[in-house]
T-cell receptor, first 118, second 113 residues
């Protein structure tokens, strides 16, 4: 079974600084997707960024970027120029790839609570 | 375009009762998944439906059930509620096609007393 591990239960960063959240995963499959979701106090899960395992290039979305190390099974999230609105729980998630119509089940890590200090 | 809508947002039930939660996916989406979120267990997959068929099921007792209607709306039911069922129940939808992004609703907060 696939597992996702987030080793940092809490992190803090100063506004405008950069922070990196860690995530490792375990799978025997070669085709999969990785995601970072943000969950603010409202509790709605918001997709931050996604990475396809077959792509070597690291995904980037504005101030958010990932460092995807497939061999090491590592998928860290870097937040640049941190803003107060970035404060939230961040979850790393794994999803199998596969044929059209296959399951879209997400396996989540335990989450990292990010605090942004003004 | 409306997002994933879950109702009710908050509810309180008594042990032994049953509860039904509803989820309306984004228009055009055919896949709906349900997750339970608790402080102790984190986010756990409950089940997934695609075109009215259950495509996958998590490791939960039979008291947890779900279904999907022809308009892709989904309901989940929990019978004989236990205190440990208190949780945030999140619904997610996607077009159901390989590689599409999954979108979440705001969740239904269930408290069992």
């Amino acid at each position: 079974a696939q597992t996702v591990t987030q080793s940092q239960p809490e992190m803090s960063v100063q506004e405008a600084e950069t922070v990196t959240l860690s995530c490792t995963y375990d799978t025997s499959e070669s085709d999969y997707y990785l995601f970072w979701y943000k969950q603010p106090p409202s509790r709605q899960m918001i997709l931050v960024i996604r990475q396809e395992a077959y792509k070597q290039q690291n995904a980037t979305e504005n101030r958010f970027s990932v460092n995807f190390q497939k061999a090491a099974k590592s998928f860290s999230l870097k937040i640049s120029d941190s803003q107060l609105g970035d404060a939230a729980m961040y979850f790393c998630a794994y999803r199998r790839g596969g044929a059209r119509g296959g399951s879209e089940k997400l396996v989540f890590g335990k989450g990292t609570k990010l605090t942004v200090n003004p | 375009k409306a997002g994933v809508t879950q109702t009710p947002r908050y509810l309180i039930k008594t042990r032994g009762q049953q509860v039904t939660l509803s989820c309306s996916p984004i228009s055009g989406h055919r896949s709906v998944s349900w997750y339970q979120q608790t402080p102790g267990q984190g986010l756990q997959f409950l089940f997934e439906y695609f075109s009215e068929t259950q495509r996958n099921k998590g490791n939960f007792p039979g008291r947890f059930s779900g279904r999907q209607f022809s308009n892709s709306r989904s309901e989940m039911n929990v019978s004989t509620l236990e205190l440990g069922d208190s949780a945030l129940y999140l619904c997610a939808s996607s077009p159901g096609v390989y590689g599409n992004t999954i979108y979440f609703g705001e969740g239904s907060w269930l408290t069992v007393v």
